[in-house]
């Protein structure tokens, strides 16, 4: 198994809180797409060589992921180009098919344009709350958002994600519910749901230094956490994730590569790739991308994975899962070292140790899993 993620950079706007790599010029639209899928072909035997240095292991692309930016700008002939490149150098038989659109581009011949190519839609909702959807300069409103998942199930694609936020500033518990609430009422197939951030370089980031808005409490951002825990178990959806929740079966694929060791190639602009020995990651600027694709060079930068590196991704990604760490897919020495870092969360709760040899944290360390991960961590 593998995964191919594809980074479209173009947004109509800015929101405040976004610190992904985006620009809201697209200009280079064009021949961003054209330097897409001349990255792809350049790039077609990244998993043919994971197989060769890796005998036993021979990764077949199983998920695709549109991630952004804002994917949903790309218009028909843009997928069309992109996929059929996409099939020409991993095939087309994949499990899962996921692209990012934000709700006010989801009309009903867009939602047939997306459905001829993706299994799986992922729409940034955020909020139904408008005041807060103006403060994160969200383009669409509450009934925009609405309106297109019921669109998406119209057009047949019955696997629905919707992204939450929550801890606005000023937002209340009230609030939150009524935005959990209304998730459930849309009977969506998952949940992602994060904690409001104020990223350093963001618009929010300004208004925070000062002191246009300020932060809620965080014992109120813990009472949200635990009502949607609360609120979306009791709907079905099961927390397999910190952040995430989904009905049975449909856990997202693609993401889960990121928590479970599995190969991706990541492609276009600030995209990364991991190929079980080393990290790349492309340059984050189209322009630059595109000027050296064109020249058939790879935009990156690349680190090897010792490891050492490997147990630390461990610790800041399958513990993020329901799972955990197997301990046996560590190196004996790694293992012995994080039992013994692990042996006081046990004794207070916040990590548990299964009788599989797995060891996972609990409901109550998920509150405090930035904590439990930096001392897990060897430097």
């Given at each position: 198994?593998?995964?191919l993620?594809?980074?479209?950079?173009?947004c109509?706007?800015?929101?405040?809180?976004?610190?992904f790599?985006?620009?809201t010029?697209?200009q280079?639209k064009q021949d961003?797409?054209?330097?897409?899928?001349?990255?792809?072909?350049?790039?077609?035997h990244?998993?043919?060589?994971?197989?060769l240095?890796?005998?036993?292991?021979?990764?077949?692309?199983?998920?695709?992921y549109?991630?952004?930016g804002?994917?949903?700008c790309?218009d028909?002939s843009?997928?069309?180009?992109i996929?059929?490149t996409i099939?020409?150098?991993?095939?087309?038989?994949?499990?899962?098919?996921?692209i990012e659109?934000?709700?006010?581009?989801?009309?009903l011949?867009?939602?047939?344009?997306?459905?001829k190519y993706?299994?799986?839609?992922s729409?940034?909702?955020?909020?139904?709350?408008?005041?807060?959807?103006?403060?994160?300069?969200?383009?669409h409103?509450?009934?925009?958002?609405?309106?297109?998942?019921?669109i998406i199930?119209?057009?047949?694609?019955?696997n629905i994600?919707?992204?939450?936020?929550?801890?606005?500033p000023?937002?209340t518990?009230?609030?939150?519910?009524?935005?959990?609430?209304?998730a459930?009422k849309?009977?969506?197939?998952?949940?992602?749901?994060?904690?409001?951030?104020?990223?350093?370089?963001?618009?929010?980031?300004?208004?925070?230094?000062?002191?246009k808005?300020?932060?809620?409490?965080?014992?109120?951002?813990?009472?949200?956490?635990?009502?949607?825990?609360?609120k979306?178990s009791?709907a079905g959806?099961?927390?397999?994730?910190?952040?995430?929740?989904?009905k049975?079966?449909f856990?997202?694929?693609h993401?889960?590569?990121y928590w479970n060791?599995?190969?991706?190639l990541?492609?276009?602009p600030s995209?990364?790739?991991?190929?079980?020995?080393?990290?790349?990651?492309?340059?984050?600027?189209?322009?630059q991308?595109?000027?050296?694709?064109?020249?058939?060079i790879?935009?990156l930068?690349?680190?090897?994975?010792?490891?050492?590196t490997?147990?630390?991704?461990?610790?800041t990604?399958?513990?993020?899962?329901k799972?955990?760490?197997h301990l046996?897919?560590?190196?004996?020495?790694?293992?012995?070292?994080l039992?013994e870092?692990?042996?006081e969360?046990?004794?207070e709760?916040?990590?548990i140790k299964?009788?599989?040899?797995r060891?996972?944290?609990?409901?109550?360390g998920?509150?405090?899993?930035?904590a439990?991960?930096?001392?897990l961590?060897?430097?």
């Open positions: 198994m593998a995964g993620y594809l980074h479209v950079p173009f109509s706007s800015k929101c405040s809180y976004c610190a790599y985006s620009v010029n697209n280079l961003y797409i054209e330097a897409v899928c001349k990255e792809l072909y350049l790039r077609k990244f998993f043919q060589d994971i197989h240095k890796n005998n036993q292991f021979n990764p077949v692309v199983n998920t695709v549109f991630g952004g804002t994917p949903s790309l028909e843009d997928f069309e180009k996929f059929n099939y020409d150098c991993f095939g087309s038989s994949f499990e899962e098919v996921t659109c934000n709700p006010d581009d989801i009309t011949p867009y939602a047939k344009i997306l459905k993706a299994n799986r839609i729409l940034g909702i955020q909020t139904f709350n408008n005041d807060q959807l103006k403060l994160i300069n969200r383009r409103n509450a009934e925009e958002a609405i309106k297109a998942v019921n199930k119209e057009v047949g694609i019955s994600s919707i992204d939450l936020i929550f801890g606005f000023k937002e518990l009230a609030d939150w519910l009524f935005d959990i609430n209304q459930i849309l009977d969506v197939q998952h949940v992602s749901a994060y904690s409001l951030m104020f990223e350093e370089g963001t618009k929010l980031y300004h208004l925070l230094q000062k002191e808005i300020e932060q809620i409490s965080e014992e109120l951002s813990v009472e949200m956490y635990d009502v949607l825990i609360d979306l009791e959806l099961v927390q397999y994730e910190i952040s995430n929740f989904a049975p079966g856990e997202s694929r993401n889960s590569s060791e599995t190969p991706y990541g492609v276009g995209a990364h790739s991991y190929n079980l020995s080393t990290r790349s990651w492309n340059v984050s600027n189209v322009s991308y595109v000027k050296s694709i064109f020249k058939d790879l935009p930068e690349e680190e090897q994975i010792d490891e050492i490997r147990y630390n991704d461990l610790i990604t399958a513990l993020r899962t799972e955990g760490i046996n897919t560590l190196q004996e020495d790694y293992a012995q070292y039992l870092q692990s042996s969360f046990i004794k709760g916040t990590m299964t009788s599989d040899n060891l996972a944290l609990t409901r109550k998920y509150y405090i899993s930035d439990i991960m930096a001392e961590i060897k430097v």
